[in-house]
């Protein structure tokens, strides 16, 4: 035997003691099972049939929660169906639904006596109702009679079903299983074999999904606590209570914080709209053509000139004036606030992942929800809408430029040092030129995000042409919505023009 042959051999008995650790149980058999796999180049039509009794049990205890999740809904259909087959009553709601109208039909057969009695002249009416009551319960009762027949049927669908999945649960568990190994390979944290605290969980988890679920589909009604979740008012009630006194402390103590806020933005927010409502439009019009064309290109400059014509001619210029005023306070503070903070965050982890659930729930929570606190703290107006702005859309920016500058290349950084680039110097010449498309586009998808919150913001208090939309909604005035709707998409596609440029 040569050298070659020697380690292939060597390679392979290594490969097989590799399967035996990982595996535990059954060593041979999934040493045979493995290299069948790996010597044929398509799937490998192999059995396991463990695999296919225990099912979900057998796939979490290995580790493939993915697969067994998928194999459980699929199971639990199928034993609901063979259940609700033989034992279930298929036909509860049709009877549910004949004991109803009998009661309706036994009141207006009373009626129908008494206007006999008195020769009422609702006679015909009250025979026609009674007539069609009992027609209707007849049809009722004959479908009744058809659901309960057809049990069988659904308990045979059901029994197929399983069959077919206990199948395909034999078939694909030596390859899925092969291919955790591969991973776990190139990954050792990945868990080996079937540990007993999994065997344990997997089996309770199994067992209790599938009791609940096929007692409550088959037997529904019979235990109240699967549908309604066992609750108390007063813990409602009591966690109002702590909510609510949370807030009245907050605003009592926090009184002159929270105005030093309102009278910055509100300061910020009347030279904005100085300048750009009280300015001669022939002047904001010109900047702001001016501006795309050295920013976009003289395309996009066309464009945005046809865009102010629209909303000069149709009366939304002031309006949308006071909409970019708005916009642009809250945009240039979450700006402000959010390139520092990526820019902290990028070279401090833990600080960022201390930072980034707030982020989320700024993010995720309904704006009409965080709308509740803002108000509480800074009443309704102008400010408040710009705080549920900044709120809403001031997170892309931090995140892109966390983004751009953790994707800064290392070897590019460690260079600069080398040659004895100062902190400043490696930050304003390295890190933030590299970062730069990144940072721009979470500049953009703020300003994008803040225009999303026009008509939100109208709600409390903010002016503009979100208040035009709503008044829309108000009074289904379809024309006037549509066309503020325009106006407020004509001035998001101005502002991501100038913000993106792309100059051709």
């Not at 650790?21 to 044929?40: A, C, G, L, M, W």
């Not at 966690?239 to 910020?268: A, K, L, Y």
């Not at 210029?317 to 902290?344: D, F, Q, R």
């Not at 705080?387 to 997170?395: A, D, E, K, P, R």
Request: aromatic fraction near 12%.
């Amino acid at each position: 035997m040569n050298n070659t042959q020697e380690d292939a051999v060597g390679l392979l008995s290594e490969r097989h003691q590799q399967i035996g650790e990982f595996v535990r149980t059954h060593p041979d058999y999934y040493v045979h099972q493995f290299d069948k796999i790996n010597s044929q180049s398509g799937f490998s039509w192999t059995f396991n049939l463990w695999a296919g009794i225990l099912g979900p049990i057998w796939y979490a205890a290995r580790g493939l929660w993915n697969w067994a999740l998928t194999f459980l809904i699929i199971e639990t259909f199928a034993f609901v169906q063979i259940i609700r087959g033989f034992f279930g009553d298929l036909a509860s709601d049709a009877w549910e639904r004949i004991a109803r109208i009998e009661g309706t039909l036994e009141l207006r057969k009373q009626q129908l006596a008494s206007a006999i009695e008195n020769n009422s002249e609702k006679i015909d009416v009250y025979k026609r109702t009674v007539a069609s009551l009992e027609e209707n319960i007849g049809g009722i009762r004959q479908e009744a009679q058809q659901l309960e027949e057809t049990g069988i049927w659904v308990a045979a669908s059901g029994i197929v079903v399983l069959i077919l999945v206990k199948l395909a649960q034999s078939i694909y568990a030596n390859t899925l299983l092969e291919k955790r190994f591969s991973d776990w390979l190139s990954d050792s944290t990945i868990v080996s074999g079937m540990p007993l605290k999994h065997i344990v969980l997997a089996t309770i988890f199994v067992i209790g999904i599938l009791v609940a679920t096929v007692i409550h589909y088959s037997f529904p009604g019979v235990y109240p606590f699967l549908i309604q979740f066992p609750t108390n008012p007063d813990i409602r009630l009591t966690s109002i209570g702590w909510v609510e006194s949370f807030f009245s402390f907050s605003v009592t103590h926090g009184e002159v914080f929270f105005d030093t806020i309102t009278i910055g933005i509100r300061w910020m927010l009347d030279s904005l709209e100085l300048i750009f409502v009280q300015t001669p439009w022939m002047v904001i019009a010109s900047f702001i053509i001016l501006l795309t064309w050295l920013s976009a290109g003289i395309r996009a400059a066309i464009y945005c000139a046809g865009f102010l014509l629209y909303m000069g001619l149709l009366g939304f210029w002031e309006k949308a004036m006071i909409t970019l005023a708005l916009l642009g306070t809250a945009a240039c503070l979450s700006i402000v606030i959010g390139i520092p903070l990526g820019m902290y965050c990028a070279r401090r982890p833990r600080f960022y992942s201390f930072i980034r659930p707030i982020m989320d729930f700024m993010q995720t929570m309904p704006a009409f929800v965080f709308m509740i606190p803002v108000i509480a703290f800074f009443g309704t107006g102008k400010p408040a809408a710009v705080v549920t702005t900044m709120i809403f859309g001031g997170t892309p920016v931090v995140r892109l430029t966390v983004l751009g500058l953790r994707g800064v290349p290392e070897h590019v950084r460690e260079a600069a040092i080398s040659f004895g680039a100062s902190k400043y110097y490696l930050l304003s010449k390295v890190d933030l030129p590299l970062a730069g498309p990144s940072i721009r586009a979470g500049i953009n998808q703020t300003i994008m995000l803040s225009l999303a919150m026009v008509v939100v913001a109208s709600l409390i208090g903010a002016k503009g042409l979100g208040e035009d939309v709503l008044e829309a909604l108000q009074y289904a005035n379809v024309g006037q919505g549509i066309l503020a709707g325009f106006a407020i998409l004509f001035c998001s596609m101005i502002l991501d023009r100038i913000v993106q440029g792309d100059k051709k």
